[in-house]
């Protein structure tokens, strides 16, 4: 049975890699690009619908609001690029929020970030998959009632690609995400064409046919509030952002500079396609509704009547899912990665920092997937109803690593030329121009923690709430596990430790007895050995096996004879308790001080699926003794066939 | 923790009994007929309506021949009922089918009189569930989508209930077993009255008003296959007969003669409702719906426009879905009686034998509980979509219980006056008029036999396949627990065993260490003390690593200096399996043939909710340790506050 269970895993996962073994692959900018960014590039999947989404409750005249807001959020993006460039060039051996924050502004702003990307790593996964889901369903109306088991299905697929360790070549990430940039971008252009008249294309035909109307709000402050909601709502274009600052290493030399040229290179493209989409999705006067998403809406308007429009509009569809689905695959990557770190720290279970037989986290990937099929479930994987518990970790963490970075800048300018500065993680050297990148750190930050506050209070009621309880819920989970693992290495430390204050091994067995056969011979046999001070104890509920026993007993004086049998009566069923009361005494008063042996035997089927079929009485005890610190347990096994 | 779980178990459950205490209550015959009556007569909630809902198929008209139906089930019942009353004066100890049948005609056929028996108890908990919550929404209709919860919610009571032990008074049952039998009959009579017209009551308002017309089948041979489903639909009165015959030391002296009586009486009083409902019913011309039972259509027709009529409507309502309930209990008190009996015989696990605290049977309660949940929840408590697969068991134990009496009469008839016989489980002695009492177990046999055939023909497709196929099924299980325990009990065997073959235990201890602290070098000191002949082994998977622990080592020479250390250098993730392999080669090569003591030191976190934060390798160990006869393991604990 251990066997199977062991091939089937094997099977699974994979024959394990030894650990030297771990990947070194240096990534030029064009693969890195399409690793590092599938995900904010696929937020263009959803973004610029988010922000309609808010908009058409104004109205749909408000629609026309779109794109100023896309601008807003443009701005928003290219801000956080520019100032995270600063990060990866401080921080070349990997920058992430965590790290930033540990190193500047200690422990509890450090595990406030941790806390915030950790949760938005999960809802990465859930947004992009059911975003994903929403791709084929946009496609294939068909399967709208399917999609959140076959949400569940990719979670499932990424979880068993990611247990068997991606070894990614960076080719198999770059093909889905360039096919997307240029799908889309071809989409979007041809979209302008049309529009504009240009070479003679019709103008594409909108299919649903809106009547375009002034925005009329209930007040003035509603409006703002709406704006702001739908600002909000847009912001979840600056997801996914930072993982390159996690990953500088992965870049060929020079990896800093090549980090900070991709991370533009990533903000150009991002915005470009996000700013063409709420462009011509806008100039079709589109609609968001649940069926569509508006990146199909828009591909099929424009694809519309064309030759090879359809497929053009496939292409679209297909890779849009595959970039999604990687965009996922990022939260495999950056969930176990900071929980390991976490766990190395001691703020979550030590076994999140172990590798696996394929040398990646297991328990953070297992972690990710169950919590990220709950997401899923819970919202029917509408991605659109989760976006407003997005964003607000990734804002939050932004804040935390440009204040960060902010004070880290303030250190540099007290440097002199040819100075350096080692902090606990990075070296720091004197350079020139600090006070302008101090400023945009500090813009930053400040930007950053407003926009965090807008979308605490505009989403809060929607959702938000969920995040702002959870965060400070887990922080509050990190200290207790950090306290519990030290106090765990106070009690084991042998710093103080003095051999002569052990306890004292007490010269006595206990054997539980139920029944004279082979398998409690040879475990009176094994206590006999060990100890010339060897005591049976059986509970007896009626005098007839009671009466069995002792004459068993007898058949086997070579082993019975030296050992002391204590037949204890008890009137009730529940023959543990009894058992456990006579072995705690024995320990607690007869040799008090001491550590006790209790011997057990036990018969264990050859088969496991039999093992049910036994009374636990064996298990039962010998998890009711585990509490017992001055008891130890042998147990002497007797394998049965059949 | 240990300490909560079992204050919980005793504030639900109660203090444990002793175990002397059991139940010897007799019953007087009134009292002894609720309670073992309960199941027979609450089939009158369903019974009517279960051959009208066929019948309908035909057509409205058709229903006119619900009457000759339900007296040809009559007749089946009576029959049944009088043949067992040979079972009972013969069988006084108590003579359920599996009893009476394996001492008959032997093994396998007793085996599927139990299986049949016990797939029927599990179909009477979730039949009398449902159609009590339907006896509730027929009253209030709002709570008809709340059904299957309400189910649910009674069957946990009932559970609970039964798993505290149900000391039942007699009186309990009596109660509102005879309030039912009163309600229905007062019913029945005020619509026979109404019918009438004596004393000048006005006719009954059908609420439905069914156009009556001529049954017109499509052919001769459909009509008279739709009389022979509506007749097997209708043996679902036929339920719950048995049980007297089961519990005949539960009446007061002369118990046989007592059970007999009572027997009678039951048949009686279930055949009168049974006929009443259906002669008024039909003549009323009510139409079964799903909506409302035909029981509740009945009352409300009978009792409407009548001072007082909605009181009686709510009496019979309450007290129907009161004796339901009653019935769904003789469930709880059936099934797990039968395991027990097949648990004894070792078809069924051992711990369905054992009583709980509380003396009773709690494995077969639980086991009952978790199966008729699953069936209430597969057919969303619809009882009459589960009659199709009910009824079948308790008519092949009837055949196979009426034969085996076929069989025990014979050997009687051959007994010459003064002479007696012992079989298994009763002393049989000459008696007068054998033949004829023969020729009615023997017609008896045949009959039911029949009906089975029927029954099985007619509901195959509609769900009875399952029992078709479940039945053997569980005898080939029972057959292969019954294989798996003979074989233990050889193995275990201490007939052919000489202690002198016994395996040699090996000087040798191995102990597994990772680090040295406290708690490992209180495994070491235990190690030492039983054996001087102590190896540590570690899987070192980093140099470092490896220089710490031989730092570490050398730091407590009084307890390190006799002790060999071994470190054997891995170089892939999974430590356990060069541990595994280390030790079972000591086992199996080094000390081949003899028993190979590990001690595996283990610190517990005091907290139980501490325990998810710690590396789970010993208990891996431990398991993967498990399989070998030739390992005994010595778990050495240190309790770690925190």
Redesign the interface.
Known sequence: ??VNVSRIKRTLIGE?????QESHERLDKVRALAVFASDPISSNAYATEAIMSVLIVIGVGALRLTMPLALAVMGLVLLVVFSYIQTILHYPDGGGAYTVTKDNLGETPSLFAGSALLIDYVLTVSVSVSAGMRAVTSAVPELLPYSVPMALFAIILLTWVNLRGVRESGTVFAIPTYLFVVGVLVTVLLGLVRISGMFGLPYPVNPVHAVEAAAHPASTFLFIWLLLRAFAAGCTALTGIEAISNGVQAFKKPEARNAALTMVAMGVIAMSLFIGITYVSTSLHLIPYEEESILSQMTRAVTDGLPGGRFLYYWVQIFTMLILVLAANTGYQDFPRLSSFLAKDGFM???MQ????R?VFNGGIITLAIISSIVVMAFRADEIAMLPLYALGVMLSFTLSQSGMFHLMGRISHLKPGETLKTQVTTIHYERGVWWKRALNGVGAVVTFVVLLVLIATKFTEGAWLIVIAIPALVYGFRA?K??????A?????QT?D?HE??E?ADAVIVPVAA????T??AL??AS??SDNVCAISIS??AQAKGRLLA?WA??P??TDSIHLEIIDY????ILTPMVEYIINAANVTYAGM?VTVVIPE???ERTS?R?????TANLLRS?L????N????????????
Not at 16 to 20: C, G, L, Q, S
Not at 354 to 357: H, L, Y
Not at 483 to 488: D, L, P, S
Not at 612 to 616: C, I, K, P, W, Y
């Open positions: 049975m251990a394990p890699f030894p650990t030297h279970p030590r076994w172990n590798r696996g037989d040398l596990i306290r519990h693992y030290n106090a765990v106070a009690n084991l430390s042998t430790f051999t052990m306890r091994i004279v056969h082979r398998g011979l040879r046999r094994y050995m060990w509920t009626d068993k058949e086997f070579e082993i009137e009730y069923r529940d550590l018969f264990i089927p039999a049910f079929l036994h009374n636990q009711r585990r509490h017992y610190d008891v130890v347990i042998i147990d002497v096994p007797y394998l049965v066939q059949g």
